[in-house]
């Protein structure tokens, strides 16, 4: 199935799911690309999102429950692979994550993932704008987004949060304004929903 069939496939498996329609929206659409993905290049859900199978059930079963039978049938018993990179996103995730919810550890190791896609962080996870993500940083990681303050591209944010951490410096320029690559770190993250994009048999035959 193509990424919006996925997509349409999860959502209207989670009638008996506990979570709200935000919450199953984020991971439906995550979920539904990296299917798609995986489709499209042989691989497999398990690398796409960057959890064990384990965790990646207990996901489906309190999310989808009507999918856990197929999604039983589907997964390969292959583990992880999360290298230095994106073990340290991981934690820098965990360490800011509101705690109000059970989904923040999933949330942390999934964004780590999708994090090493080549697109705008809200396109690799499937979602529709900048805002949707936004508004999850502010739900789930709530005092992490409150010290992206000034609006840095997501993933820009994340990998400078990470340095900080480590003790390295990502920029030469003391303040962002005098850097020459503002517009690379503050710039428009627009663009078109790849959720959408990969649905559409028009263009993915171009």
Request: aromatic share 8%.
């Amino acid at each position: 199935m193509d990424a919006d069939e996925a997509y349409r496939w999860l959502i209207g498996c989670s009638a008996h799911s506990a979570h709200d329609s935000f919450d199953l929206h984020i991971v439906a659409s995550v979920f539904a690309l990296a299917m798609s993905e995986a489709e499209q290049s042989h691989g497999d859900l398990i690398a796409g999102v960057g959890l064990e199978k384990k965790a990646l059930l207990d996901l489906v079963r309190a999310m989808f429950p009507g999918t856990l039978a197929a999604f039983q049938g589907m997964l390969p018993d292959t583990a992880i692979v999360v290298d230095e990179e994106e073990q340290s996103l991981r934690d820098i995730l965990g360490i800011y994550a509101t705690g109000a919810r059970r989904l923040e550890r999933p949330l942390a190791a999934v964004i780590a993932r999708r994090c090493k896609s080549p697109h705008h962080l809200w396109q690799d996870l499937g979602l529709r704008n900048r805002d949707e993500l936004s508004r999850l940083m502010k739900r789930h990681f709530a005092r992490l987004a409150e010290r992206n303050q000034h609006n840095m591209k997501w993933k820009k944010f994340l990998y400078r949060m990470v340095c900080g951490s480590e003790g390295f410096t990502l920029c030469a320029a003391p303040v962002c304004s005098e850097c020459d690559d503002f517009a690379d770190c503050f710039g428009a993250e627009d663009g078109e929903a790849r959720l959408a994009r990969l649905g559409n048999p028009r263009e993915n035959a171009a």
